[in-house]
């Protein structure tokens, strides 16, 4: 069943199920960091990361000429994909509903790797890390305050503007980008539609 809005088109996992079960399987492209995909990720999709696709989105866009899926973790970081591939006049293009954990949440297989923590996961981690360490140091410099203050507005403004600035950040660190994370890989994989790992 394909659920619809303004955009992007949205479908649901049991959708995407019977599409990659029957004969006219869309191409799935994992849209999230190297590190979440090698964790778990629908077997066959590719894994462009959101920034690699937007800096590529030309290149990348000329060898869609299929029905295309986007995947992240929730379906935030696919929808910014979304937007990003609609300016190339694709109308090919669907997210799926829920991401990865809407797929693994209603039971669909997934191929598994070595663990690591997703990038939503990180950024609470560095955020509640910083919120703390300064509400502590702020007994002793009390202008430290200013600094969770600040955590504090960045996380709203994040949630207003559906982007994330550190989330950004962190996705450039080397944990979340392995060398194996080649732009150049990734079109040739896609022009060549050689199957992804």
Same mark, same amino acid.
């Given at each position: 069943? @394909? @659920?619809? +809005?303004?955009?992007?088109?949205?479908?649901?996992?049991?959708?995407?199920?019977?599409?990659?079960? *029957?004969?006219?399987?869309?191409?799935?492209?994992?849209?999230?960091?190297?590190? /979440?995909?090698? +964790? %778990?990720?629908?077997?066959?999709?590719?894994?462009?990361?959101?920034?690699?696709?937007? /800096?590529?989105?030309?290149?990348? %866009?000329?060898?869609?000429?299929?029905? !295309? $899926?986007?995947?992240?973790?929730?379906?935030?970081?696919?929808?910014?994909?979304?937007?990003?591939?609609? &300016? @190339?006049?694709?109308?090919?293009?669907? !997210?799926?509903?829920?991401?990865?954990?809407?797929?693994?949440?209603?039971?669909?297989?997934?191929?598994?790797?070595?663990?690591?923590?997703?990038?939503?996961?990180?950024?609470?981690?560095?955020?509640?890390? $910083?919120?703390?360490? &300064?509400?502590?140091?702020?007994?002793?410099?009390?202008?430290?305050?200013?600094? %969770?203050?600040?955590? *504090?507005?960045?996380? +709203?403004?994040?949630?207003?503007?559906?982007?994330?600035?550190?989330?950004?950040?962190?996705?450039?660190?080397?944990?979340?980008?392995?060398?194996?994370?080649?732009?150049?890989?990734?079109?040739?994989?896609?022009?060549? *539609?050689?199957?992804?790992?």
């Amino acid at each position: 069943m @394909t @659920t619809t +809005t303004q955009t992007p088109a949205l479908v649901d996992s049991a959708w995407l199920a019977e599409q990659l079960d *029957g004969g006219s399987a869309p191409r799935v492209l994992d849209v999230r960091t190297p590190a /979440e995909f090698e +964790t %778990a990720h629908i077997r066959g999709s590719y894994n462009v990361p959101l920034d690699t696709l937007r /800096e590529h989105r030309d290149d990348i %866009a000329r060898h869609l000429d299929e029905d !295309v $899926v986007l995947v992240c973790r929730s379906g935030q970081r696919a929808q910014q994909a979304e937007q990003a591939l609609a &300016s @190339t006049d694709l109308s090919n293009v669907k !997210v799926l509903h829920g991401g990865i954990t809407a797929w693994q949440g209603a039971g669909h297989p997934v191929k598994e790797g070595h663990q690591r923590w997703d990038l939503e996961r990180q950024v609470r981690l560095v955020a509640g890390s $910083v919120v703390l360490t &300064s509400i502590v140091a702020s007994a002793f410099v009390p202008a430290a305050r200013w600094v %969770a203050g600040g955590i *504090g507005g960045g996380l +709203t403004f994040a949630a207003l503007s559906n982007s994330c600035a550190m989330g950004a950040l962190l996705s450039k660190l080397p944990y979340n980008r392995p060398a194996s994370c080649d732009p150049q890989f990734l079109v040739d994989q896609l022009a060549g *539609g050689s199957q992804p790992r």
